[in-house]
């Protein structure tokens, strides 16, 4: 769990749960349980449980759902399948008092291909009432209070009258909250009018190890159908559904409890990771870096701890030794960016070093800022050194973010280190030459277009921090997605920067070029739309210098429909990114 092992590589989790960290160790294959990075409990509401009190336990790949305490491991949904992971502004009606008010309530939509359950009662079924729309970035804070009403599987006291039958609920129910009439549960683990039981299944034994593709529930089908003709309906309904094979969007709703809660910025930042790797890896030489000859698409056999340490204390050694020549220093930031590439430890050990962090960003102020002339005219030296510098920095954020030792890094000393980083990467779009039509100049802009960008990438990376920060309640966590955008403000050649993000995505989405993108182009746009928005959303200045010089550009270049031509549906970013310029469109149109 990148984590809590032998290897001693710590753990994504500030308050860890020895006992569900065991379950999981004991009965998960050694694939899965490697690529779990966090776990929280809260009430879960799907279409095969209702208000049950469990934990979610999420990994580089699947969002999983256990009970309190843990007897079976369950795959909610793939990441591979979500569609959008949101926050809803609501007020469920299962809490009470300042609860219900500060509760975290998450909306994860995803494409399953499983037919609906059904209701017991189908024919007494109501329309379902749709859900309120995501909260906005400032409307919910990152934390909620302990649940004061207890739900299925909470170790607490039920309030009066859940035992035996359950109340009648008002007609003006919370539509966050659908009653088990609209969730139509088939398969429960417990009868819902009953508290959980704790004994092991008599199908099955829990401590059974769980493979990859092993995800139901290893309890026994308690769902009832009705007799006679409700009978023979259901079934011939059902057999409609499980014979047509067609995708359907289905929902999970999850409503955190704890007054610490970081579970959406979990699955935010595991979403944000999982389709930007999965798109990466369609391409054949992403492929290649990520992993050995023997296997291509597959990751290196990870290594041991102690290697990776002893591994990485020696390029360190190598990298920071005085008088190092720009050939070697070169040669030695492509070793560190590939092996980053391969192994998560390896960039966990980056920010526990300090040292190696702050180098490289003096490296980036000095190639690229501090030994430019007074003409600032790049040399392609310059640009060659500072591209890779950028993409091993930008490599280093990747599923690191429950890494504390990231966040201390970069926010101390009021975020010394974080202002450098941002600042250094910074630079004039435009290229300064004499004469822009010789074959060294043309070789100069293609150098530059390639750092910027690289650029936009690593400035992503840390808007995803910011957003992070943005939600969370400590005070000493200011790395907000406000406070980068005013760092960057000042910066002499900020619009420069961001107007030329902003027409590249004019010119990727436009009729000019008619191909499909190729999977790097396709998260490269996914980026560019990200630190658009953030800019939009943001920062008033830059929205403004957005509004009133591409404005136009927008509006009769960018189109939804030509998006969508160019972004293969099977590209897991593709979903996502649409929806992007979809809100570009409307903050910069309207």
């Known amino acids: ?35 779990i990075r966090a776990y929280e409990p809260c009430v879960v509401i799907s279409e095969t449980v209702n208000k049950v009190y469990m934990h979610v336990v999420m990994s580089d790949e699947c969002v999983y759902i256990t009970e309190y305490p843990p007897r079976t491991l369950t795959e909610a949904c793939s990441f591979r399948r979500v569609r959008d992971i949101e926050l809803v502004n609501d007020l469920p009606d ?8 500060l509760c975290q309530h998450i909306r994860i939509t995803y494409i399953t291909d499983k037919p609906a359950a059904r ?38 006291q039920r309030i009066p009258g859940e035992r035996g039958t359950q109340p009648k609920r008002p007609s003006t129910r919370s539509a966050s909250c659908p009653d088990p009439e609209t ?16 004994e092991p299944s008599p199908t099955g034994s829990p401590t059974a190890p769980l493979s990859p593709s092993d995800h139901r529930l290893n309890v026994p089908d308690t769902g009832q159908v009705p007799r006679g003709i409700g009978s023979v309906l259901s079934r011939l309904l059902r057999r409609d559904d499980e014979s047509s094979g067609e995708e359907r969007e289905a929902e999970l709703h999850l409503y955190a409890v704890s007054h610490t809660s970081r579970l959406y910025l979990h699955l935010q930042s595991l979403w944000n990771s999982f389709i930007i790797r999965s798109t990466l890896l369609l391409d054949p030489l992403y492929r290649r870096k990520c992993s050995s000859g023997s296997s291509p698409g597959r990751r290196l056999p990870a290594i041991s701890w ?4 002893h591994l990485f204390g020696q390029l360190s050694s190598e990298l920071l030794q005085e008088g190092i020549s720009v050939e070697s220093l070169y040669m030695l930031l492509q070793e560190l960016r590939t092996a980053a590439h391969r192994n998560v430890a390896l960039r966990r050990l980056f920010w526990r070093s300090s040292e190696v962090c702050v180098f490289l960003v003096q490296t980036l102020e000095e190639s690229l800022h501090g030994c430019k002339s007074l003409s600032r005219v790049y040399t392609a030296d310059q640009l060659l050194l500072s591209t890779l510098t950028v993409q091993t920095l930008a490599v280093m954020f990747r599923e690191t973010e429950g890494e504390p030792a990231r966040l201390n890094l970069l926010s101390a000393k009021k975020g010394d280190l974080a202002s450098r980083m941002l600042l250094a990467l910074i630079c004039d779009a435009e290229l300064q030459t ?27 990376e840390l808007l995803l921090l910011g957003h992070e920060a943005s939600r969370c309640s400590s005070a000493d966590n200011f790395l907000s997605v406000g406070w980068i955008l005013g760092v960057l403000q000042p910066h002499p050649r900020l619009l420069s920067f961001i107007g030329y993000q902003a027409q590249q995505v004019v010119l990727v989405l436009s009729d000019l070029q008619e191909s499909f993108l190729s999977p790097v182009q396709s998260v490269l746009l996914f980026q560019r739309c990200r630190l658009l928005l953030a800019c939009l959303q943001y920062n008033s200045h830059l929205a403004q210098h957005l509004r009133s010089h591409f404005r136009e550009e927008f ?12 972004l293969p549906p099977h590209y897991p970013i593709s979903q996502p990114t649409l929806r992007l310029v979809e809100q570009i469109l409307t903050l910069i149109l309207h």
């Open 1 to 35: 769990m990148a984590r809590t092992g032998s290897c001693g590589s710590g753990t994504l989790l500030s308050h860890r749960n020895i006992k569900l960290d065991s379950f999981l160790k004991r009965n998960t294959e050694r694939t899965v349980y490697e690529q």
């Open 94 to 101: 299962f809490l009470h008092g300042k609860d219900r008010e």
């Open 119 to 156: 209701s017991r009662d189908w024919l007494r079924r109501e329309r379902r009432v749709g859900l309120p729309p995501a909260a906005s970035s400032s409307r919910r804070p990152s934390h909620c209070p302990t649940i004061t009403h207890t739900v299925e599987g909470y170790p607490g």
């Open 183 to 198: 969730l139509g549960l088939l398969r429960v683990p417990h009868p819902p009018t009953q508290p959980p039981s704790t």
């Open 306 to 309: 102690e290697r990776t340490a």
């Open 434 to 460: 004499r004469n822009q039509r010789t074959l060294a100049d043309c070789e100069l802009q293609a150098l530059l277009a390639e750092y910027l960008d690289a650029a936009c990438s690593l400035l992503f």
């Open 555 to 566: 509006r009769y270049s960018v189109k939804l429909s030509c998006a969508e031509e160019k």
